[in-house]
């Protein structure tokens, strides 16, 4: 039999064997076939069990993870800033004739991914080739962390650095958007504006006010975005407010001084035209600048103003009426009190009338008439006037005046001719300006204001009568007193100068002197008030260093530029109404 025939013949009886045994068993077949069936679904069941509960355990931790994210402090998550706070808009700042002082540049700054740096040492090398001033030992240390995901570099680059840096082709280094921001002027309007910090938030002046009306809370919420916000437009004229700045500044270089600073001020309204205080910095970059020129001497300095005080103490003689323009006072002898002695700096030895105690600032004449006063009318003016206490502006940068703990007969008589009391420049400016406007003391502002609004924050001071008399001994004092170096042809200059020695180490010192100039013009019609000072001049003109030859000039060369864009026309001619004729 071939091997084919014996292979079907051995099917044939493998068939024929299961045949008899189905027969002979076949529930028992069935039921095994059955079982084997019921196991196999379940093992299938089982499976597809243990793989939904495989995806829901992968679910559940990433849902967590994205919980924990969610409600983690974002410096946890990442050193880096959210995107909405790096591009935030801050709004414009505009002069009041929309000039733009201060707006935001789209920048880029350098950030680093250390786990993914290959060669720390080449990096920071190939850095310095663009940024000469890196620091190289720090930034290697932040590069070679490779558990940090994420460092600062550097902070708003120039495109120009950018593209050098990003043909560096540096493996883990990256670039983020930002805003930053920008002054045109520069250190024009230093004091005036303030500046912001890395971040763009306001540090000081008027950005930090910016911030304070509740930029800075939306911030804080994420509420910011970077679409353009509505300018913020001040009352300053960048045509005065350089003119200013340009006095100021060559006052301190050509006088030799310490500090100085100078404001104009509309007198109707409080509206701040220019300020400036020398040394300052740029806004651009403030921290360049000296640690001197942040300090804002006009409004956060506190000065004894020297006679410039006689200003405010003849005026409350007058206002309580127990004394008039008529009345003389002795003045031909020092006055001594309490183991000091008080005497003029150009006596005239005889009786002065008050007019004549102004115009030759007799510090005698002026102890003699706040005698008459008393010391609590003089308390009591000198707060209405605003000089006792903290000025109201929107500056943040505002000092608090000081005066005696105790206010002694001594203090009294020493004060009314400034000496005793400090006094911020600016607040000596806006006591001066309600001395001269009809005796409305209105708080200064450096925002836009009309004299309906300066009306409704006004405080009457003084009577009109007061006022007219204090203008009167402002133009004699111009024409014929210590005010006449700050006279300019046509515009009427009139004012009061202010020599006051330095106090050093609790003594008065003879050698260093405070000198300012309180000036009103065109006296006749004031519109504007302006005040200047010089802190420790060494080379005042005429070899002078008294107020009369460095803080007077200051204001004439001041008027002289800054009242034609102001709009004041001069007059010629005892009525007026000559004119100046050019051959």
Not at 119 to 132: F, H, W, Y
Not at 161 to 167: C, K, N, P, V
Not at 370 to 379: E, L, S
Request: glycine share 10%; with cysteine.
């Amino acid at each position: 039999m071939s091997f084919l025939s014996r292979i079907m013949v051995l099917k044939s009886q493998a068939h024929f064997s299961a045949g008899v045994y189905n027969r002979l068993g076949g529930a028992s077949g069935n039921v095994q076939i059955e079982g084997s069936r019921k196991k196999k679904a379940v093992q299938a069941k089982s499976r597809v069990g243990l793989l939904i509960v495989g995806f829901l355990g992968v679910y559940c931790v990433i849902g967590g993870r994205l919980v924990e994210y969610a409600i983690r402090d974002p410096e946890v998550v990442s050193s880096i800033l959210p995107p909405d706070r790096l591009m935030a808009s801050r709004p414009d700042i505009l002069d009041r004739n929309g000039e733009v002082l201060a707006t935001d540049i789209r920048t880029v700054s350098l950030f680093a991914e250390p786990n993914k740096v290959v060669d720390a040492d080449e990096a920071v090398e190939k850095l310095a080739t663009v940024l000469p001033d890196l620091d190289m030992k720090g930034t290697y240390k932040k590069l070679a962390n490779r558990t940090s995901h994420f460092a600062w570099l550097r902070r708003q680059l120039t495109p120009k650095q950018q593209s050098q840096i990003l043909a560096l082709g540096i493996p883990g280094i990256g670039f983020r958007p930002e805003k930053r921001r920008f002054y045109p002027g520069g250190a024009t309007a230093a004091h005036i504006l303030g500046y912001v910090n890395i971040d763009n938030r306001g540090v000081a002046g008027m950005e930090k006010y910016i911030d304070d009306q509740g930029l800075a809370d939306l911030a804080s919420v994420g509420m910011t975005s970077d679409q353009p916000l509505e300018p913020v437009r001040l009352s300053i004229d960048v045509r005065v407010q350089n003119i200013v700045r340009d006095v100021v500044v060559n006052a301190v270089k050509n006088y030799e001084a310490k500090g100085a600073g100078a404001v104009i001020l509309d007198i109707h309204t409080g509206e701040v035209l220019g300020m400036a205080s020398a040394p300052d910095f740029d806004p651009n970059n403030p921290l360049e600048g000296a640690k001197e020129g942040w300090l804002n001497r006009m409004s956060n300095g506190t000065f004894e103003m020297g006679s410039t005080f006689k200003t405010f103490s003849l005026a409350m003689a007058l206002d309580t009426g127990k004394v008039s323009l008529n009345d003389s006072f002795d003045a031909t002898q020092p006055i001594r009190i309490g183991g000091f002695t008080i005497h003029d700096f150009h006596g005239q030895r005889r009786w002065l009338t008050l007019p004549e105690v102004f115009q030759y600032s007799s510090n005698v004449g002026t102890a003699r008439i706040i005698d008459i006063v008393g010391m609590d009318a003089q308390k009591d003016y000198l707060t209405k006037l605003g000089l006792l206490t903290k000025m109201q502006t929107e500056l943040p940068e505002v000092k608090m005046p000081s005066q005696p703990k105790v206010w002694k007969k001594i203090n009294s008589i020493t004060i009314s001719f400034g000496h005793g009391v400090s006094t911020t420049p600016l607040q000596t400016a806006v006591a001066g300006a309600a001395l001269v406007n009809g005796g409305k003391l209105i708080e200064p502002t450096f925002l836009p204001r009309n004299r309906e609004q300066a009306d409704e924050v006004a405080e009457v001071v003084v009577k009109k009568s007061t006022s007219d008399d204090v203008r009167y001994l402002f133009k004699l004092n111009g024409i014929k007193g210590s005010g006449r170096n700050a006279d300019v042809p046509g515009f009427n200059v009139g004012g009061k100068t202010g020599t006051a020695d330095k106090v050093v180490n609790g003594r008065y010192a003879t050698n260093l002197n405070f000198n300012a100039f309180l000036a009103a013009f065109p006296i006749d019609d004031p519109k504007y008030v302006v005040l200047t000072f010089c802190d420790e001049p060494h080379n005042g003109e005429k070899g002078q260093n008294i107020a009369a030859y460095t803080a007077a000039p200051m204001v004439k060369n001041i008027i002289a530029r800054a009242a034609p864009i102001l709009g004041v026309e001069p007059k010629f001619g005892d009525d007026g109404s000559a004119m100046l004729v050019s051959y």
